[in-house]
């Protein structure tokens, strides 16, 4: 061997240690392996008592909740009923009505001027002819005056034709009765011709005479409309002039209107009343209650009057009037009231309308029998009044209808009933 080699193993230090001191051991003991494998089998036993804990809870839970259902099905619902009766003195129709005027009149103009004075206003109680206002017109009182000047001029005329008439008269006379060979048969119908030319000339002025005084006449007719007049007691409800207008004879939409009178005693009430009910107010004599909102603890009783005995083709109703008298003025023109009429009884039966049930087949009703068991009925409407509805098929008096029914209750069914009353 070399002296550099050996000199090489000098420099290498000798140690009794193991390479493999710095790694880190792979190999475990007994013990640690067994407590590894109980905490395992420790972790598996917890997840399966949580697991079987849930699922008797789960299964707990839901038996609860189908018993609890079965025992809501067999529950019995409570139903709100009414009882079915007859109505001996006829059904209560209450329908909407307007007051109106016995008279109302709009007043215009007859003559063609200028107001110059004005005594009634809104509000005012007037007789029949009480002046209202005053008209000035200067034209009609220009013509009346030229009308009389020609009345006059006209009868200088007719005494003109007067002495023209007596004269050719008196010489006709002579002339017709003097002795035959003075005068000439032609000289003696020339005069003849003369008298009843005259005479006819005065016929013509005074015809002329008479239509001067006819202008005279119309001219003084007219005057008469400058005063404006009440034509019937009542109230001014409308003024629409004032001094210094002009008033324009005529009636037209353009033409302005002087005053609107109304007389309100007694009182006209109209109702358009339905045609289902046309054929039982067609006739006077319904007994009637009116009433108005705006006048509480107000009742005014009265009959049909009149009906217009035939139906309107656009609203499908009747035009029912009731005349009421009015002597406080209580009611007033344009009123909205409430009139309830008194039908007669045509072997109806009211029920609410919230008993209907309405399906493809008709309309039923749900009658509770005695025993608490429904059954759907097919009835037949009448009337509808809104709020109840006459039934002329169906029910009878002492059934007991349900109301406001769930569409989940079937036919047959049990049901408490819960008794709120009567259907009247």
Do not use: C
């Amino acid at each position: 061997m070399s002296e550099s080699g050996h000199e090489k193993e000098a420099h290498t230090p000798f140690t009794d240690e193991d390479p493999d001191e710095g790694r880190a051991s792979t190999e475990f003991s007994e013990s640690t392996g067994g407590t590894v494998r109980r905490g395992v089998t420790g972790f598996v036993v917890l997840l399966v008592v949580a697991f079987s804990v849930v699922a008797v809870k789960r299964w707990h839970d839901a038996h609860h909740l189908r018993a609890a259902s079965v025992a809501e099905v067999k529950q019995k619902i409570a139903v709100d009923v009414v009882t079915v009766k007859g109505t001996p003195h006829g059904a209560r129709l209450t329908l909407p009505g307007e007051t109106a005027s016995w008279y109302e009149a709009t007043i215009y103009g007859r003559v063609d001027g200028y107001i110059s004075k004005w005594w009634s206003d809104i509000g005012d109680h007037v007789r029949k002819g009480q002046v209202l206002a005053l008209i000035d017109t200067p034209e009609l009182d220009a013509q009346l005056a030229a009308a009389r000047a020609r009345v006059h001029a006209d009868k200088a005329i007719v005494r003109v034709r007067k002495a023209e008439e007596e004269f050719a008269t008196t010489t006709y006379i002579r002339w017709r009765d003097a002795p035959k060979g003075v005068v000439s048969v032609q000289d003696r119908e020339e005069k003849k011709a003369d008298y009843v030319s005259a005479k006819a000339r005065l016929n013509a002025a005074r015809a002329q005479v008479s239509l001067a005084q006819a202008d005279v006449n119309h001219y003084s007719a007219l005057t008469t409309f400058k005063k404006v007049t009440a034509p019937f007691t009542g109230t001014v409800v409308a003024r629409e002039i004032d001094v210094g207008n002009l008033v324009t004879a005529g009636s037209t939409a353009s033409i302005m209107p002087l005053y609107r009178i109304s007389q309100d005693n007694p009182m006209r009430i109209f109702v358009d009343a339905p045609q289902a009910v046309a054929n039982d107010l067609r006739f006077p004599g319904t007994p009637v209650t009116i009433r108005a909102n705006d006048l509480p603890g107000k009742v005014f009783r009265g009959t049909v009057t009149r009906t217009a005995q035939a139906i309107d083709p656009d609203a499908r109703t009747l035009k029912v009037e009731i005349d009421l008298p009015n002597q406080h003025h209580v009611l007033i023109p344009g009123m909205y009231v409430d009139v309830r009429f008194n039908l007669p009884n045509n072997g109806l039966f009211q029920v609410p309308a919230a008993a209907m049930v309405f399906e493809s087949s008709g309309p039923h009703v749900a009658v509770v029998d005695p025993n608490g068991v429904v059954h759907f009925r097919r009835v037949t409407i009448a009337r509808d009044e809104g709020n109840v509805l006459d039934l002329s098929s169906g029910v009878h008096p002492g059934d007991r209808v349900a109301l406001n029914i769930s569409s989940q209750i079937a036919d047959g069914e049990s049901v408490i009933a819960n008794d709120v009353g009567s259907a009247k």
